[in-house]
């Protein structure tokens, strides 16, 4: 797949690719660079306090995942 740069740098995620990964409109994703490779991909919500990634809620902009919430409850 091959896209074209506009004059603001901007590049355009294919719709096809966006509804594979469930990226929507304001979703955030992180750029990084491996050697030569641009590296793009969608962050995903972590826990504030042990870094998981699943069942994390947002509290006060914070993550915080299930078994932290009850762990603090």
Not at 6 to 29: Q, S
Request: proline residues 1%; hydrophobic residues 40%.
């Amino acid at each position: 797949m091959v896209r074209k740069i506009d004059d603001l740098g901007r590049i355009v995620v294919p719709a096809e690719t966006r509804r594979l990964f469930n990226i929507r409109e304001g979703d955030e994703l992180a750029i990084s660079i491996d050697g030569d490779a641009i590296i793009i991909r969608k962050l995903e919500a972590t826990c504030t306090f042990c870094g998981n990634t699943k069942d994390v809620a947002s509290y006060k902009s914070k993550g915080i995942c299930l078994t932290c919430r009850r762990e603090l409850a």
